[in-house]
């Protein structure tokens, strides 16, 4: 009984994403041409419509104020709508339930729903606000522009395309995870010294020359980006993608040092423990299909259409990007298996090996006295020791859940001004959080100083920029 009494919890939960262009049924009785994808898909056809119809009334309507600045969003007490326009005429929606509270009543009485109405501004709001290009060009990473889809075969081209791409990105899409991170959607770099980066720019040099065929190179290492020859934005989009949603489905227990268990097969001094994560699962097997998914980079000055090959030898990944135009072959897969396979499982082993000298240089991990979240909007790195795991299913974290609302709030703060900011704020729970803007930097901390003063919160994050971001110019 006492456990029916208690309060039920429920997270924000989508309830309907869909695309629609308002131009494509124009005329009466023609309104279900607009929709070009819907989820959930069993929705019966009219409510489809009365929804798309109320979104169109609702963008239109607020053109009349702002004719050059359609609407974002709209709040109410049980919901959220959010509006994207992807290209010209072309909208994405998302609505939302708001978290909500039940509450047990006596005497048999229903229950009582409360909406935490604000409870999801920061974990969703400002997600979708920074990110809606940002999710439009995952779309565009792997099927171009809707134009292009559009030229080339119309309509249900269009719609084949959006179901397939949607279908598989809203299995991603878990907004109880959604935090800070999401809103940067930035990369994280793995930390090497000079030696050993050298060995990588060398092995990615090497293996282009001898495959000519290839155009762009990424190397990472624990879901860490060390190398990368694609411009900026390009690489952001496929860095979502390999962290949220390839990599995830191809995690195994990785083998880490010079004396792992290789592959039995390969005799000589060509042992190996290189695979493809996409393309051939087995280069052995006569039946294996040698079809790699294909990107569309540099989608704003041109549409340049690659094959992605992502072959991966113990924690160590690199992506070979190759054109559309050129046909892949066994015998190519065979030759970058062989040629790349060797020198990355050693250049796996070094990395390691060299990443658990440092640790052991700096000593035994202890529980330091902060944790913090660093983003750089220039170079899109990121760095967080806030978050013990990140992934597009799962975010732990070592904070508790309504610190990371605080930052949340101050990151609210930060983007309504261009200035350089600091804002030190006291928690319920006796923890100081302070977050400073800087010069397109922005860095997060929390201490766990309980009778600390203002002066002394203020000179510890002094002292923690002066050791973990020495090289960095911060407001003083």
């Known amino acids: 009984m006492a456990s029916g009494m208690q309060e039920k919890q429920y997270t924000p939960s989508l309830l309907s994403f869909f695309v629609y262009n308002p131009s494509f049924g124009s005329r009466e009785g023609e309104e279900e041409k607009k929709i070009l994808f819907y989820h959930p898909s069993e929705v019966e056809k009219n409510e489809k419509i009365r929804n798309v119809g109320l979104c169109e009334a609702i963008v239109q309507f607020t053109r009349t104020f702002c004719p050059t600045k359609p609407a974002k969003s709209l709040h109410t007490q049980k919901n959220r709508q959010f509006f994207f326009e992807a290209e010209d005429s072309f909208w994405i929606v998302m609505v939302v339930r708001n978290p909500m509270v ?8 229903p229950p009582t729903i409360e909406y935490q109405e604000e409870e999801i501004l920061v974990r969703l709001n400002l997600m979708w606000f920074a990110d809606g290009s940002f999710r439009c060009s995952v779309l565009q990473l792997f099927n171009g522009t809707f134009g292009r889809a559009m030229e080339a075969g119309g309509v249900e081209l269009l719609m084949q395309k959006l179901d397939k791409f949607f279908y598989r990105y809203l299995q991603t899409l878990h907004l109880q995870s959604c935090d800070l991170l999401d809103v940067f959607g930035g990369i994280a770099f793995f930390p090497l010294d000079k030696m050993t980066y050298l060995k990588i720019q060398s092995f990615v040099n090497r293996v282009e020359e001898s495959l000519s065929l290839i155009k762009y190179t990424a190397f990472l290492y624990n879901d860490q980006l060390i190398w990368s020859g694609l411009e900026q934005d ?22 880490a040092g010079r004396d792992s268990p290789l592959r039995p097969e390969v005799a000589g001094n060509l042992l190996h423990y290189g695979r493809f994560l996409t393309g051939p699962a087995n280069l052995k097997d006569p039946e294996a299909k040698f079809r790699f998914p294909r990107i569309f980079v ?36 065979e030759q970058l298996d062989g040629l790349v396979g060797p020198q990355l499982t050693l250049l796996a082993s070094d990395i390691c090996e060299q990443y658990n000298v440092n640790r052991r240089i700096s000593g035994p991990d202890k529980e ?12 899109l790195a990121e760095k967080s020791t806030i978050h013990m795991r990140k992934t597009a299913s799962v975010s732990l974290t070592s904070v508790h859940p309504d610190l990371m609302k605080i930052l949340g709030d101050i990151n609210c703060d930060f983007a309504r001004v261009d200035e350089d900011e600091e804002i030190i704020v006291k928690a319920m729970t006796d923890y100081w ?44």
């Open 234 to 255: 390009d690489m952001r989009i496929l860095y979502k993608y390999l962290t949220t949603s390839l990599f995830p489905r191809h995690s195994e227990p990785e083998l």
């Open 298 to 333: 540099n989608t704003e000055d041109s549409y340049e259409e690659l094959h992605l090959i992502v072959y991966k030898a113990m924690s160590a990944a690199v992506c070979f990007m190759i054109s559309a135009s050129v046909e892949l072959t066994r015998e190519f897969c």
């Open 433 to 476: 959080v302070v977050g400073k803007k800087s010069d397109q930097r922005e860095l997060y901390v929390i201490l766990n100083q309980k009778n600390a003063n203002l002066i002394e919160v203020n000179e510890e994050v002094k002292r923690l920029c002066a050791t973990q971001f020495n090289n960095i110019f911060f407001l003083d």
């Open 102 to 109: 039940e509450k047990p009543n006596k005497d048999g009485r």
């Open 368 to 379: 330091p006295q902060f944790k913090f979240i660093y983003f750089n909007h220039m170079n």
